[in-house]
């Protein structure tokens, strides 16, 4: 068969490639997303033109075209309502796909959600073959998630097409004893990516460092991030133990492992609780260790006590995560999702 031309729309990074089944992956190209992020002063309007061109830009004529959007979009039309990332607090409604349709009628477009592209992704892996039904969870710019039903096929939506916009629940974060108040990219404060997204882990280390900023100096942390990026110093600072970066590492997964766990509670066949996404790939075991460690820590009601190792049984980071929306775009495609 023809080559589908894939791409995955970030935050923050636009990669596209051609991908068969029979041959996975071809090189994978990358440029920057147009974005509120990278541009604070842009129109949106322009920057959903100027994504909408870049797209068409990245697809040879007659092709196939599978599209990981990372947004809060109808997967039943292809309507983007929202993308704090790539465009702050507007809410206006943006017909992606007929916009794509319009622009390029040559190419037969197929417009999916990032997290449901890497859930389509991870779930062909033999480990998830008997479950009944499996949770994948993005950490990244943005944070979302998406629970399908195996035996249906099914990932349901609402009445809005959505399903799994987590990033945007209010959630309670604290250090130290003291709650944390910080803004989150779509205008409210104390949504949960306002605190565990990538720019609000970033946040919340700055509060910290105001708060105290002696301790941030004799930290691990505080000196390595002197001239290195956060994320890099970060991880630098988790491999030393630093125990700064790990109280850190606490307080921005406290809220993520209370939705995880409210997840299970009220839905037991979730066999799986999948972790994805650029924070998830970048701290490794470190992250999957905050998660478990407070999941293990206050667990389901009777079931936490009662069953060692419910959470470490059920709790994975995804492996491919950096390709997973790629490889899920280009499978959506192909079924005509």
């Known amino acids: 068969m023809n080559p589908i031309t894939v791409i995955d729309v970030g935050g923050t990074r636009l990669r596209a490639a051609d991908w068969t089944p029979e041959h996975g992956l071809a090189e994978i190209t990358e440029t920057a997303s147009p974005s509120i992020s990278r ?22 004529a007659g092709r196939v075209a599978g599209i990981s959007f990372g947004a809060a979009l109808d997967h ?13 607090s507007c809410a206006e409604p ?14 037969r477009w197929h417009v999916v959600n990032d997290v449901t592209a890497a859930l389509l992704h991870a779930i062909t892996a033999p480990r998830y073959a008997d479950d009944r039904k499996v949770l994948l969870a993005t950490i990244s710019t943005g944070i979302a998630c998406r629970t399908v039903d195996r035996r249906r096929g099914e990932i349901p939506v609402d009445e809005c097409g959505l399903q799994g916009e987590i990033g945007h629940l209010p ?3 604290s ?18 990516s306002a605190f565990a997204a990538g720019p609000g882990i970033r946040r919340v280390a700055e509060e910290i460092r105001r708060r105290d900023p002696v301790g941030w100096r004799n930290s691990e942390l505080g000196r390595v991030e002197d001239g290195t990026a956060f994320e890099d110093a970060f991880r ?8 700064l970066a790990t109280a850190l590492l606490a307080t921005v997964t406290a809220p993520v492992a209370d939705l995880l766990r409210t997840a299970v509670c009220l839905d037991p066949e979730l066999d799986h609780l999948v972790l994805t ?10 992250y999957r260790g905050a998660v478990l460690a407070h ?8 079931t936490g006590d009662r069953v060692p190792g419910w959470a470490a049984r059920r709790l994975v980071v995804d492996e491919a995560s950096t390709s997973g929306g790629l490889v899920g775009a280009g499978l959506a495609a192909r079924e005509g999702r």
């Open 94 to 107: 943006f017909d992606l796909l007929g916009e794509l349709r319009s622009a390029r009628p040559d190419v």
């Open 175 to 192: 250090w130290r004893g003291e709650q944390l108040h910080l803004p989150c990219d779509c205008g409210v404060d104390d949504h949960l």
């Open 76 to 88: 039943r039309t292809g309507t983007v309502h929202a993308s704090a990332p790539l465009w702050g």
């Open 277 to 286: 996404g650029g924070v998830v790939a970048g701290l490794g075991e470190h």
């Open 171 to 173: 959630v309670a974060a």
């Open 236 to 243: 630098a600072a988790l491999d030393h133990g630093d125990r």
């Open 295 to 302: 999941l293990e820590r206050a667990g389901t009601y009777l």
């Open 39 to 60: 541009d604070p002063d842009a129109d949106v309007a322009q920057l959903r033109a100027e994504l909408v061109r870049d797209l068409c830009a990245a697809v040879p």
